[in-house]
């Protein structure tokens, strides 16, 4: 669904949310412009992790001195876990509040955190009568929004580019968008940008590296899947946190899709369209029906390369090497364990 900047405009309370950062901005600036048109005296921004939900609501209830609205803007709401929302179904209608969930990072348990306080947030907002927008982008129309954008900016991005593009910034739109900004510069005044360019000038995201990982691992490439251990890892004293934070979670995600793939493959059903008698026994999250085209592609095509005993060992592979780092079973170096890992997975895969 589309951001509706007339709701917005009509609430007292707006909370943009979602994991599209790109999107979350762009409909910010839009209802800032709209409600701040006469002038920008009466607009105030809090940081939600120094300041209180009382002081945001007592700003927002003031008078407009020289606008219809008194607009207040909340950043990094996620900062704030005191759902104080008293007295805020009945601000004036001069008032608007903007919170705003900006992306957080940290590790696994401060994420389960962060998560709960934007269900808290998204609750109390609707509670107060306030409009909630969240972000997030149709896998299915991720190249087509890529392709769209590249033409905004006046050029031509072919389909394998914007996939190639899509891929490496890990199916997230606002980082493809922020990453295609840079190809338009770097091509110049050529009209297109080609998949060479993209693998050229854009920065890959942890996900890409773990695709490449688990590629190159599952196709029993050992040093190639090595090296781009050592890429997500960046050094051996970061190795436990990086192992945490970013490769096992990731990895174990990749083959949960690459499993999905290898039983749709197994029924001989068509990858694109699964029957339900296969995608009832899928899992929620990662759904290989919901995934967007070209993560469907990856994931069969590396699924022809391997059995579904051979997913399932790499899975136990995965979890004893969580239990090492988590001191559960007995170990070197986190290094030592991660690299344990990939090469059980390559000697697994290897086993015909």
């Not at 190249?143 to 954008?149: C, L, P």
């Not at 970061?238 to 490769?247: N, Q, V």
Request: with cysteine; glycine share 6%; aromatic share 6%.
């Amino acid at each position: 669904m589309a951001f509706s900047l007339e709701k917005a405009m009509a609430a007292r309370v707006v909370l943009l949310t979602g994991e599209e950062e790109a999107l979350r901005g762009r409909a910010l600036l839009e209802l800032i412009q709209a409600a701040t048109a006469e002038d920008d005296f009466d607009l105030e921004t809090f940081d939600a992790g120094e300041t209180s939900p009382a002081s945001w609501s007592a700003s927002a209830g003031t008078a407009p001195f020289l606008s219809a609205r008194r607009t207040v803007v909340v950043r990094h709401l996620l900062r704030c876990d005191d759902i104080a929302t008293a007295g805020w179904a009945q601000l004036p209608g001069t008032a608007l509040m903007i919170l705003v969930a900006d992306d957080e990072g940290g590790d696994e348990a401060k994420l389960r955190k962060l998560a709960a306080v934007r269900t808290a947030w998204e609750k109390a907002v609707k509670a107060c009568g306030g409009y909630t927008e969240e972000f997030k982008t149709n896998p299915k129309e991720l190249i087509d929004s890529i392709r769209q954008e590249a033409t905004r900016l006046g050029k031509k991005l072919s389909p394998q580019a914007a996939e190639t593009l899509a891929e490496m910034c890990g199916g997230s739109l606002s980082r493809s968008l922020g990453e295609l900004e840079k190809l338009v510069l770097f091509v110049g005044q050529r009209d297109n940008v080609n998949d060479h360019d993209v693998r050229t000038v854009v920065m890959p995201s942890r996900e890409w590296n773990v695709y490449k990982m688990t590629d190159a691992a599952i196709g029993g490439d050992a040093g190639e899947a090595l090296r781009q251990l050592r890429i997500l890892v960046g050094s051996q004293a970061k190795a436990e946190d990086a192992a945490h934070s970013r490769i096992l979670p990731t990895l174990s995600r990749q083959l949960r899709l690459i499993w999905q793939a290898r039983v749709v493959l197994d029924a001989k059903a068509d990858p694109d369209n699964p029957p339900e008698s296969v995608t009832r026994l899928f899992p929620d999250n990662p759904n290989f029906a919901k995934q967007a085209p070209f993560v469907k592609s990856k994931s069969v095509r590396t699924a022809r390369g391997v059995k579904l005993d051979q997913i399932a060992a790499c899975f136990r592979i995965v979890s004893d090497t969580d239990a090492k780092l988590k001191g559960m079973l007995p170990s070197y170096t986190a290094m030592d364990s991660l690299e344990q890992m990939i090469l059980q997975m390559v000697q697994m895969v290897r086993r015909v």
